[in-house]
């Protein structure tokens, strides 16, 4: 049985370039810890910025499970 995955998604507001990844919940952990925002870097222009993990990982609020993990 696989672990459940969660897709984490933005774009680098300076270009406009995508950004996509599955993550464990585990490793979502490991990455990001427990605050609010996700801190990214776009591959392209290597700008850094901030996302609300709502918005960059829908189904963490939709789901809400890991907030307590």
Do not use: V
């Amino acid at each position: 049985m696989s672990a459940k995955r969660y897709r984490i998604e933005s774009s680098c507001p300076q270009c406009g370039c995508s950004f996509a990844t599955h993550l464990t919940p585990e490793e979502l952990k490991k990455k990001y810890g427990d605050l609010p925002n996700i801190e990214l870097e776009c591959g392209e222009c290597m700008i850094k910025y901030t996302k609300p993990r709502e918005e960059a990982c829908p189904e963490w609020d939709k789901e809400c499970r890991m907030k307590g993990q």
